[in-house]
């Protein structure tokens, strides 16, 4: 059997190698290339050269310049920004506290002309002896000069729309007029002290005044203003006084003439605070129109 395979063996043809590279014939170009429009479209990019040339110091110095010019500019733009921003807060200010002052100094005027009409109610009352206090007639004309001092007290409250603007949101600030400034803060100033505060203490006075009454004298509802009719048509000839105690009928007098000292003094502040307010409102006209 060795044998017979070693014939089989040499009758295996030698010529496979042709065979092979007879069935491997090449195709043409045409066939075996593939054809890419994308490759032909390619594009080769070139790495850039990474080796920079250095900058000239004049170069540098021209870099320096464009970004310190363009930051210099937008600080000056931002600030005439902000000047016309607070020159316009500034205006308004003003305008307001011109109308707020001007409000005032009318409304003082009136507050002055009636505390002065309390006076008058009070020196007729303290002039009314004591003694005659239980004449009914008597009674009769000390309760028409008590009754207009008793009803409510007299007192004068500033328009404060534009000082409370001006401390809330920091307004102060955009005045530039030193004088104005000055002179608001010092009206403001006076008014909280001593002006308000005298006021206060005449509040006390007069809350003090109507409850000691109160053991001596019938007395009706307070009117709810000047306006009120009740102040024309005051009961006549009745009696009025509950207890004729000579030292409680004193010391009624003598609160009158406590509350008749605070008037005195409040309205000296009042007439004060109205000139200062006149002299800023003409100041405020002078300095911004």
């Known amino acids: 059997m060795t044998g017979k395979s070693d ?3 040499l009758n295996i043809p030698t010529n ?3 065979n092979l590279s007879d069935e491997m014939t090449p195709a043409s170009d045409t066939d075996t290339v593939i054809q890419n429009p994308e490759i032909h479209n390619m594009e080769v990019h070139h790495h850039p050269d990474l080796h920079h040339k250095s900058k000239k110091l004049k170069e540098y ?3 320096f310049l464009m970004i310190f010019l363009a930051v210099t500019l937008g600080f000056f733009a931002e600030n005439i920004r902000e000047h016309f921003v607070n020159s316009e807060k500034e205006k308004n200010y003003m305008e307001g506290m011109l109308q707020d002052l001007e409000k005032d100094t009318v409304a003082i005027s009136n507050d002055i002309g009636f505390k002065n009409v309390i006076i008058k109610k ?3 009352a303290l002039n009314i002896p004591i003694v005659n206090m239980r004449s009914i007639p008597t009674q009769d004309t000390f309760f028409h000069h008590f009754f207009f001092y008793y009803s409510w007290p007299s007192g004068f409250n500033r ?3 534009t000082i409370a603007q001006l401390k809330n949101t920091g307004g102060f600030s955009v005045i530039r007029k030193q004088t104005v400034l000055k002179a608001i803060n010092e009206l ?3 008014y909280e002290f001593p002006l308000e505060f005298n006021q206060h203490i005449y509040n006390e006075h007069w809350n003090k005044l109507n409850e000691f009454a109160m053991q001596l004298i019938r007395l009706p509802s307070p009117p709810p203003g000047i306006d009120d009719p ?3 048509s005051y009961p006549h000839n009745v009696e009025v006084f509950t207890r004729y105690d000579t030292p409680l009928i004193e010391q009624l007098y003598s609160f009158t003439q406590f509350e008749k000292s605070d008037i005195i003094i409040i309205i000296d502040d009042e007439k004060h605070y109205r000139e200062e307010a006149t002299k800023l409102i003409e100041l405020i ?4 129109n």
């Open 7 to 9: 014939e089989e063996n």
């Open 16 to 18: 496979n190698s042709e």
């Open 61 to 63: 110095f021209l870099e």
């Open 122 to 124: 009070m020196d007729s």
């Open 159 to 161: 328009r404060d729309i």
């Open 188 to 190: 403001n100033s006076f």
């Open 230 to 232: 009740l102040y024309l």
């Open 285 to 288: 006209k002078k300095e911004y």
